[in-house]
């Protein structure tokens, strides 16, 4: 929903598994068609780690796809901005479900390595700002975080909370001054530092596993960004300055300029909850 809301009618706005009525008047061989003309492959990365040999690996990709012809599927283009806009899915649930997002930064944007340190001090972490200040100190929430995806040509930036309708509208109000005032003072030099360092920690923690290490090489082939070595990666975390990441909270994290998604028992909640965060987001 929040997607939807960011993108619109762009394909980076409908859900991923499609919708029962789109999906059921699908013919099967529409479908293989599709499958047909898209696994082919131009359109296909082979990504391998552990303990094998380059040429065998190449030897049995040769065997299976050497005869098979095609080219990459064309890219679409990139979605325009929605500005303000509001959806919610009224359901009788426990916890009302809700999101803050906006656009974000394409996936070979260099700027990707500030916006992960910056997504750690929001919300991507047990000792962020939105983890510290909802869930510790009020118990507003069990769950709540922020969280940053890259495509193609765009990306999005986001906040999630899980609460009871009770909490909602004081949920949404720390959430605000907490995106206000990353806004409005920035980030502090220790913050930066403790979360350059949880960054980089998890990232060489994640290469003792070899599927970690096989899906990151087949991501940057398949997503045509530079293949970093490991000094590389940590060098280009090292980089990161408070220019960079007060730069990026005054581009993406704005209230005003965020689209907001909810699902829960009563819409009105939402919307007069949101009034703390935005005004114009709660009238859209």
């Given at each position: 929903m929040l997607a939807g809301a960011i993108f619109g009618d762009h394909p980076l706005g409908r859900p991923i598994i499609g919708r029962a009525e789109v999906v059921s008047s699908v013919p099967v061989p529409e479908i293989g068609r599709w499958h047909d003309g898209r696994y082919l492959p131009g359109n296909m990365v082979l990504a391998a780690a552990?303990?094998?040999?380059?040429d065998r690996i190449v030897a049995l990709a040769e065997r299976a796809f050497g005869d098979a012809s095609g080219s990459a599927v064309s890219a679409l283009d990139a979605p325009a901005r929605n500005g303000h806009v509001l959806r919610f899915h009224q359901k009788e649930t426990e916890q009302y479900h809700l999101c803050l997002?906006?656009?974000?930064?394409?996936?070979?944007?260099?700027?990707?390595?500030?916006?992960?340190?910056l997504d750690t001090i929001l919300g991507g972490s047990t000792s962020s700002r939105l983890f510290q200040e909802v869930r510790e100190k009020r118990g507003l929430a069990y769950a709540v975080y922020s969280y940053a995806s890259h495509y193609a040509d765009a990306g999005?930036?986001?906040?999630?909370?899980g609460t009871r309708p009770d909490n909602v509208a004081e949920a949404l109000d720390v959430i605000g001054s907490e995106l206000r005032r990353l806004v409005d003072d920035g980030v502090t030099e220790e913050e930066l530092e403790r979360a350059r360092d949880n960054v980089?920690?998890?990232?060489?923690?994640?290469?003792?596993s070899t599927l970690s290490r096989m899906n990151r090489l087949g991501s940057s082939v398949l997503m045509d960004v530079p293949l970093l070595t490991m000094d590389e990666l940590l060098a280009a975390f090292d980089a990161v300055t408070l220019d960079d990441v007060n730069g990026l909270a005054r581009d993406f994290w704005q209230p005003d300029h965020m689209a907001a998604a909810g699902v829960g028992g009563d819409e009105d909640t939402f919307r007069s909850a949101l009034e703390t965060v935005s005004p114009a987001l709660a009238a859209a």
């Open positions: 552990g303990n094998l040999e380059h997002g906006g656009a974000g930064i394409p996936r070979g944007d260099d700027r990707r390595f500030a916006l992960r340190v999005q930036v986001a906040v999630y909370v980089k920690g998890r990232t060489v923690l994640s290469m003792e």
